[in-house]
């Protein structure tokens, strides 16, 4: 009786010491899971984009430490019932180094893809060149990039393949346009029409960042007077602004018989 009541005492200490890491455990757990909630909540950005990778980022942490609490608190529990964790630690090692070679390209994905959520390299959204593809960033994962182009076709690209980015959205674009008029034109009349239309473009346009400019003479081709205008414009707006600016140079120019040169074939008939 005195045996068993020994023993019946150490199964107890035994069930004790495994519920009480146990619940040490899940405290640990919740504990770093709300101050991980915590320190993203305290993010001031308003962009939805960032508030997007700041969950996946959260989700990312709190997965992670969940799994390495289970992994502690069940070596321990096995300690406790006598098994050699030490012998099973190595197991674990042997096989994380043959599962890591036989994974390495999708590990190093998810740590290229990890890094690029960390460093704000691109976001969900954003106009981007990936290998000569370019195109609108439609998701972003641990594994992979999708990047959508203008015609609708779509690469999905390995994140570890990513080595160089152009990112079209981190700083303003600038709408360059050029257009020609002919040799014979008075060119301060040019200049005169160009610029009182910048200032009205200047009012008129969405998306600019600043003011209409008239460069002035930016070529002299073989046929015509090459003039430049440009305008700062928002973030891959240049495309939008650019055809307005064209539709209303060429009102501005007709309407003070400026003429715009265009090609023309001369025909001779022998007699």
Known sequence: MAVFGIE???????????????????????????FIISTIKKSKTKSRYKKKKLQTLQSLFINFTKYIIYIFVGLYILSVFGVNVSGIIAGIGVSAALIGLAFQDTAKDIIAGISMIADDAFEIGDTVKIDNFMGEVIFVGLRSTKIKSIDGSTMIIANHSISKIINYNINDSVAILNFSVAYESNLDEVDKVLNKLAKKLTKKLDYLKGEVEVLGIDDL???AIIYRMTAPVESMKQYDVQRIMRKEVAKALKDASIKIPYNQIEVHNAK
């Open 221 to 223: 081709d073989e046929s």
């Open 8 to 34: 019946l005492t150490l199964i107890l200490e035994k069930l004790f010491a495994c519920l009480t890491s146990i619940i040490l455990g899940i405290c640990v757990y919740k504990f770093v899971k709300n």
